[in-house]
């Protein structure tokens, strides 16, 4: 009987080693991309789930993009260095702009040219594939009226903006 009863054991230890590894392998990244954002704007890549942000560094805004939406939360922040955690929970390719204006996110480009230059647009992550995740980090939005934005072609039309708010 001894016998039977240690045979489970192993596997259950076996499932378990084999785990880990699997675990360990899926470690952090400290590769960079750069592109051609403002220069107050820096995009990294991460692979953290829910990463932190030390105190007296700004607000942290975790942002989901899907076909075709984008839900940020909080929608409002205070002034300053804004982390911007986007993740493409879509099946598609997503772009991720923020932009300072006046007009309602649903009115702030063009519908015929989306992807034109965005006046006003302060950073941007150009492409992010689906399952991916990026870190955007504007060092210092100032206070007022924010739209965040897919300029990718017809994703803009199909809807894929939202109102944003720093105080």
Same mark, same amino acid.
């Given at each position: 009987?001894?016998?039977?009863?240690?045979?489970?054991?192993?596997?259950?230890?076996?499932?378990?080693?084999?785990?880990?590894?699997?675990?360990?392998?899926?470690?952090?990244?400290?590769?960079?991309?750069?592109?051609?954002?403002?220069?107050?704007?820096?995009?990294?890549?991460?692979?953290?789930?829910?990463?932190?942000?030390?105190?007296?560094?700004?607000?942290?805004?975790?942002?989901?993009?899907?076909?075709?939406?984008?839900?940020?939360?909080? =929608? %409002?922040?205070?002034? #300053?260095?804004?982390?911007?955690? /986007?993740?493409?929970?879509? $099946?598609?390719? *997503?772009?991720?702009? +923020?932009?300072?204006?006046?007009?309602?996110?649903?009115?702030?480009?063009?519908?015929?040219?989306?992807?034109?230059?965005?006046?006003?647009?302060?950073?941007?992550? =150009? %492409?992010?594939?689906? #399952?991916?995740?990026?870190?955007? /980090?504007?060092?210092?939005? $100032?206070?007022? *009226?924010?739209?965040? +934005?897919?300029?990718?072609?017809?994703?803009?039309?199909?809807?894929?903006?939202?109102?944003?708010?720093?105080?």
């Amino acid at each position: 009987m001894h016998h039977v009863a240690r045979r489970p054991i192993a596997l259950a230890a076996a499932a378990l080693s084999i785990g880990a590894l699997a675990v360990s392998g899926c470690g952090s990244s400290s590769s960079t991309s750069t592109s051609s954002t403002p220069a107050a704007a820096v995009s990294t890549p991460t692979t953290t789930a829910t990463p932190t942000t030390p105190s007296g560094s700004g607000a942290t805004v975790t942002s989901s993009l899907t076909e075709f939406k984008i839900a940020s939360t909080p =929608a %409002s922040v205070p002034a #300053g260095r804004v982390t911007f955690k /986007v993740s493409n929970a879509g $099946k598609i390719k *997503h772009q991720f702009t +923020v932009i300072r204006t006046d007009k309602s996110a649903a009115t702030v480009l063009s519908t015929h040219n989306p992807n034109d230059d965005i006046a006003g647009a302060r950073a941007e992550i =150009a %492409s992010l594939a689906p #399952g991916a995740s990026k870190t955007l /980090v504007v060092k210092n939005l $100032k206070p007022g *009226h924010y739209a965040i +934005v897919c300029a990718l072609p017809g994703h803009y039309q199909a809807g894929m903006h939202e109102d944003f708010t720093v105080q």
